[in-house]
């Protein structure tokens, strides 16, 4: 199967850059004749599964020409910026997202529902393997999200979603093509990037193929660095910031009159260097394979079910210089099934199941991690009562976790403890949203969430030099507890929108890395424990019409803070976004879009004693676009320009601001602009 899949991919990649042009003329009109697409409404469902738009916990979904001018090289750095969203930033090549102060393994990343089962949770320098060239949309989820996908989601949830096992026709029953192509240019890391999407089929199957490819070169930053790599000594770029990413996938669905079943395999590469070490790069790949189907209308007290299967085989290499470093494996599976029931009275919810199993391995003298194997499975319920003034929901998740150690395979190495430890989670949650008035709604959530340790939180022991620390698990770790209460209003009239939510979650032992003052292999000594935290916060957001007509014209208004404090210490937590504000003026007359914007990040001065501050920056922004007909395909050329003053800043929730300071700024100054032509 593997052999038939890089056929395949090989095919896929030839046919992307022929495909990416032809579609930038005119299309042959007798293969636009046969294209009827059947256009669904997209709404947001990663937090609720009953498929309700009308949500009860915050979320935000990004798509279409939005998520376009907001697309970076990163998942994190893409959705870096909404309210209550940071990033990780390790460099321009790895940035996870972080949710209202959390990360790692309490941000739950999905691909089209299912788990991505990379290792970007484990270390800072890991990429994830979710691209934002081949996603076309994105939901995130704030709050608690573990009712439905378990403790690593205390956090929240992004799921990213691609199509490429469509759930619905998106054609009539006379069949069809459509596709898109995308190319862009970006003047401040001299990216090259190009992207196609096709899709053909009608009423009772549906193809989809799509492929990316994407280089880019050092980043430009505002101020001289050092860099050894290729006898360079000073410049104004991050040194060893260049990558070269690429992926590939086919995709499929058979329609049925009461339901769907699809398949696909995704194939995913990525060489990037680590902007800590000058000359260490990453040769990462990823190939993983889904399967999925549902079946509605079945009559009785089960009106349908949903199954869900994913198999992920990864693999990430560190090379410094020509020889092979550290090599990370993870092969994994997950699997998901939801029932929905008939409404009972007021009542109409889910119930579900849950299991996943991954095998974990790091070999090599910078392994800071043994070999290892995690099992969870699930069983969970979601139910909603209508009311009316609004609606409850209520449920429940119960969690069975087993996490192994099996040391290193290596006689010369016996520093990993050998054995295992089993876990049993609860989750619980409380919501409800009150219509109080035309336009207006308040919500609230209440949750208690348990998480299970992770495998090197448990059983580390090994020079990381991602965190610059040597670091040593705790195997004596208890599950992780916390009570979380989110509060929010919401008004909208037209266009005119306000939202603001306010939360608070309090940890009864926190798991996290903490100094502990020694020196080991030369590096100093931080060890896992558990204390008490608690964070809280405030994020709001909101869009003024100010102008109606042929011209139309918005201001949108953003901003949030977080407080994350070791209440055992007293000290704040570590990389903790400092607070926030945003603003954009959005201008549209016919084919032609403007913005104009900023966004502030104050002085972050709460950090722990170890840990390095930051001042305040303001990073201004400049977009523009401009939509035609070529034929009978629709083009949308587009411009960004980012920092637009060649602003000086450093991330306040990144690691490298402390580990390996001035090693990675910000970006500079930079101008992307592009194409994407769609049929």
């Not at 862009?184 to 196609?196: D, I």
């Not at 669905?253 to 070490?277: C, H, I, P, Q, W």
């Amino acid at each position: 199967m593997k052999n038939s899949f890089k056929r395949r991919a090989v095919s896929v990649a030839s046919l992307s850059s022929i495909v990416s042009w032809v579609l930038l003329g005119s299309l042959p009109a007798t293969v636009l004749a046969q294209s009827a697409p059947l256009r669904l409404q997209e709404v947001t469902v990663t937090g609720n599964p009953l498929g309700s738009s009308d949500l009860i916990a915050p979320a935000t979904q990004l798509s279409g020409t939005e998520l376009l001018l907001r697309s970076k090289t990163t998942l994190g750095e893409t959705l870096d910026g909404l309210p209550g969203v940071s990033s990780t930033y390790f460099g321009p090549n790895a940035s996870r997202p972080i949710i209202r102060g959390l990360d790692g393994d309490r941000i739950r990343l999905l691909n089209n529902g299912g788990g991505s089962m990379d290792v970007s949770n484990l270390s800072y320098d890991h990429a994830v393997t979710l691209d934002p060239l081949s996603i076309e949309r994105i939901e995130v989820l704030r709050g608690p999200g573990a009712l439905l996908y378990g403790g690593s989601a205390v956090g929240g949830v992004v799921n990213v979603i691609d199509n490429r096992i469509a759930r619905e026709p998106q054609f009539d029953e006379k069949g069809g093509v459509s596709g898109k192509a995308d190319l862009n240019f970006a003047t401040g890391n001299s990216e090259r990037g190009k992207g196609v999407l096709l899709e053909a089929g009608n009423t009772r199957y549906q193809l989809h193929v799509d492929a990316f490819d994407r280089k880019t070169g050092d980043v430009s930053v505002p101020i001289d660095l050092e860099c050894t790599k290729d006898g360079t000594t000073t410049r104004r770029k991050i040194c060893n910031s260049a990558s070269d990413t690429n992926g590939q996938a086919l995709g499929g669905s058979l329609f049925f009159d009461n339901g769907y079943l699809g398949a696909s395999a995704t194939r995913y590469k990525s060489t990037y260097g680590t902007v800590a070490e000058d000359e260490v790069t990453i040769g990462m790949k990823s190939n993983r394979y889904a399967l999925e189907g549902e079946v509605r209308n079945l009559g009785g007290f089960i009106q349908s079910v949903k199954g869900q299967y994913s198999q992920t085989d990864y693999n990430h290499t560190e090379f410094e210089g020509a020889d092979v470093g550290t090599v990370f494996k993870n092969k994994g599976s997950d699997l998901r099934v939801e029932a929905r029931h008939a409404k009972r009275g007021n009542f109409e919810g889910v119930l579900g199941f849950q299991t996943e199993s991954n095998r974990f391995s790091a070999d090599g003298a910078e392994a800071f991690a043994p070999h290892s194997k995690t099992e969870q499975t699930a069983v969970f319920a979601y139910e909603e009562m209508a009311t009316r003034w609004g609606k409850l929901s209520l449920g429940g998740r119960l969690e069975s976790v087993r996490v192994e150690s099996f040391g290193s395979p290596d006689p010369t190495i016996d520093r990993f403890s050998v054995g295992g430890r089993e876990f049993k989670t609860g989750s619980y949650a409380l919501g409800s949203l009150w219509n109080v008035a035309p336009g207006w709604k308040l919500t609230g959530n209440l949750a208690y969430t348990e998480r299970a340790p992770k495998d090197y939180e448990l059983f580390a022991n090994g020079p990381h030099l991602a965190t610059a620390a040597y670091e040593v698990g705790n195997a004596n770790l208890n599950k992780e507890k916390s009570g979380n209460l989110d509060v929010g209003a919401a008004w909208k009239a037209g266009a005119n929108r306000f939202s603001v939510n306010g939360y608070m979650s309090r940890f009864q032992n926190y798991v996290g890395l903490s100094s502990t003052g020694l020196v080991e292999d030369g590096l100093p000594l931080y060890q896992y424990e558990q204390v008490r935290a608690r964070f809280v916060g405030l994020e709001s957001s909101g869009n003024v019409r100010l102008l109606q007509g042929a011209s139309t014209l918005d201001l949108a208004l953003r901003g949030d803070l977080v407080r994350a404090t070791n209440q055992d210490s007293g000290q704040a937590l570590p990389r903790i976004a400092p607070w926030r504000v945003g603003s954009t003026l959005s201008w549209g007359s016919g084919a032609w879009g403007a913005n104009f914007g900023f966004d502030h990040s104050g002085a972050q001065t709460r950090v722990p004693a170890t840990d390095r501050a930051t001042d305040a920056y303001t990073l201004w922004n400049l977009a523009g676009t401009y939509r035609m007909r070529a034929g009978a395909a629709s083009l949308l050329w587009f411009a960004r320009l980012d920092n637009l003053t060649n602003q000086l800043a450093y991330s306040a929730s990144s690691v490298l601001t402390t580990t390996a300071f001035q090693k990675a700024p910000m970006p500079g100054r930079s101008l992307k602009v592009g194409l994407q032509a769609s049929f």
